[in-house]
């Protein structure tokens, strides 16, 4: 992804996120038995992403939705104050320092 400052991009989301981050400025995510990458085509005009201006938005899969979002808030991170439930699991969204809008997703249990 673009960043306008893309040193302190990778250090918000190694702080906020834990995502480590290589020398090569970005980090591999290994998947267990039954992950999976969802791809998703939206309307141009989706208020989902947020900022119109925002192309894509990423998902990161959390173990504990809740205990995420208040680290999030306690670190002073812009965080939605609405929390989605589907058949699919638990959905949550925040902003990263550069305001982009990212989406946390809890899957359901067993999954």
Not at 68 to 91: A, N, P
Request: a negative charge; hydrophobic letters at 35%; glycine letters at 10%.
């Amino acid at each position: 992804m673009r960043a306008q400052d893309a040193a302190a991009l990778r250090s918000w989301y190694a702080r906020h996120l834990g995502i480590e981050i290589s020398d090569w400025g970005g980090h591999e995510f290994d998947w267990t038995d039954g992950g999976s990458t969802t791809w998703a085509i939206f309307d141009a005009d989706t208020p989902y992403f947020g900022s119109p201006e925002q192309p894509y938005m990423i998902n990161f899969r959390v173990d504990d939705l809740d205990a995420m979002l208040s680290q999030l808030r306690s670190d002073g991170v812009t965080v939605v104050d609405e929390i989605t439930e589907h058949e699919f699991g638990r959905f949550g969204w925040a902003y990263d320092c550069e305001d982009n809008r990212f989406e946390l997703w809890q899957p359901p249990p067993g999954r």
